[in-house]
């Protein structure tokens, strides 16, 4: 039996096609549904489009579908998405540049042919290449954009538009990169306007940001300009800022971004974020302390006293702070800490005058004071010289190494295996003599037992 696919194929390369189109497009459609079949299809798409208005909507949708037929764009007429993208070219049919007849397959990629085919239909300019994606959607303004701009139109007089753009903004939106969206680009481009520098305009516009809410416009532009003129961001700490900037206008829309830094607004930030996380967590827990004893390292660098040391956590609040600036789930293991079955330290770093350095953040089960995980920021595995203080740590404390954990450097692991691999090579003669021993043994007994069954 041939699959529902095959017969597709069939019906389109060898038949009815363009019968079919033709059928279904004199008659009055009803409203139907896809059903996996290209009949199906067809009919739900031709029942978006009127007989009696607006009707050159009705005519662009079916000329595509059968000039597509003849270019033998077979795949592409089989799948629902792209007869979409079709559809959507048939809405701005009234405003073509170019006769659809001229049209001719460039490959046999589909996705580089519904490209051709929208640049042959509306691109009598050079339009941004992401600007194409709108077509794959269901929103209309954007695909305006596109054949405004295709005809000539500025970038600041298209219709709709949600940013107010400048001349620069509107010469950054039409280069902005092709793997931004077209919010994103907007963002991207309001940004290189204020100011940022190609590194920070992209981020801004692949944060939150690129969010637009059209009525609070005003109040997000100053936050773009605020940020457009940082170099040192990241998306993630941009993104828990934008959250937290969200909630500050909504509680009060005369909130405003004068005279705030971002190393001010960070930590505003954190705060709020921990103050959530603890809420939803319902309890504030705390625990004592374990007892084992911290680990306190002096060392001099370049004359700067660097010192090394464990601090215990005792509360949610604390392992939220950690696994906030170790962008990793430690916050969620307070219940664990509470209830006695876990005891979490912060091997952190100090040198006079800079901020204090989390190097990795330690796990030891309990009462078995174990070393059941030492993990780095992103969960990253420890570097040597935190994986030299951890074995000292442990030299000094009852804290032990879980056996299935390898937490030891890669030196210290390369001379483990040097020194099982000797110890084989010496043992290599022992056990192959009591190798032939076994085997002696078990000969003796086969024959005793085989004397037996025969008496």
């Known amino acids: 039996m041939k699959t529902n696919e095959l017969l597709q194929q069939q019906k ?66 089989r799948n629902y998405n792209h007869v979409a993208v079709l559809h959507n070219i048939s809405s701005f049919g009234n405003k073509l540049v170019r006769p659809i007849e001229d049209w001719k397959k460039p490959s046999s990629h589909q996705n580089e042919q519904l490209s051709s085919l929208i640049q042959h239909c509306f691109a009598k300019y050079e339009t941004p290449e992401f600007l194409e994606a709108s077509f794959y959607s269901a929103e209309k303004r954007n695909m305006l954009w596109y054949v405004q701009l295709g005809k000539g139109k500025s970038v600041k007089d298209l ?7 400048t001349h620069k903004m509107a010469h ?13 680009a907007l963002r991207y481009a309001q940004a290189v306007g204020f100011g940022a520098s190609t590194k920070t305009a992209k981020l801004i516009a692949i944060s939150r940001l690129s ?45 405003s971004m004068k005279n705030r ?32 004893k911290p680990l306190y390292v002096e060392e001099f660098v370049d004359d700067k006293k660097v010192v090394f040391k464990t601090v215990e956590l005792l509360n949610s609040a604390e392992l939220y702070d950690e696994g906030n600036e170790m962008q990793h789930c430690v916050a969620e293991y307070d219940t664990d800490c509470h209830d006695g079955e876990a005891a979490i330290f912060s091997l952190q770093k100090e040198v006079a005058g800079e901020p204090v350095k989390r190097l990795a953040t330690l796990e030891v089960s309990l009462p078995e004071y174990e070393l059941v995980q030492a993990k780095a920021k992103y969960n990253a595995e ?71 069954m025969s008496n």
Not at 212 to 228: D, H, K, L, M, N
Not at 283 to 291: A, I, P, V
Not at 437 to 452: Q, S, T
Request: charged share 30%; hydrophobic share 40%; with cysteine.
């Open 12 to 77: 389109l390369k060898y038949s009815n096609y363009k019968k079919l189109v033709e059928r279904i497009y004199n008659e009055d459609n009803k409203p139907m549904h896809y059903k996996g079949t290209i009949e199906s299809m067809l009919r739900e798409f031709f029942s978006k489009t009127s007989k009696y208005k607006y009707t050159w909507k009705r005519n662009v949708f079916k000329d595509l579908l059968i000039h597509l037929y003849n270019e033998k764009c077979y795949a592409l007429l």
């Open 159 to 165: 219709s709709q538009m949600p940013i107010q753009l």
């Open 172 to 184: 950054a939106f039409r280069n902005a990169p092709s793997f931004l969206s077209i919010t994103e």
């Open 211 to 255: 969010i637009i809410r059209e009525e609070q416009e005003p109040f997000w532009a100053t936050v773009v300009r605020f940020f457009a003129k940082e170099e040192d961001l990241n998306v993630r700490d941009v993104d828990l800022m934008v959250d937290y900037l969200t909630f500050k206008y909504r509680e009060d829309n005369s909130f």
């Open 261 to 292: 830094t971002v190393n001010a607004l960070l930590q505003q930030t954190h705060e709020w974020h921990r103050d959530v996380h603890l809420r939803k967590r319902e309890n504030f827990l705390t625990w004592s302390r374990t007892g084992i």
């Open 382 to 452: 420890p570097d040597r010289k935190s994986q030299e203080l951890l074995n000292l740590w442990m030299e000094q404390t009852q804290v032990k190494r879980k056996n299935e954990v390898g937490y030891e450097a890669p030196y210290q692991a390369q001379a483990q295996m040097v020194n099982v691999a000797h110890r084989r090579a010496r043992n290599n003669d022992n056990d192959i003599e009591i190798g032939w021993i076994v085997r002696i043994v078990l000969w003796i007994g086969y024959l005793i037992m085989k004397a037996l």
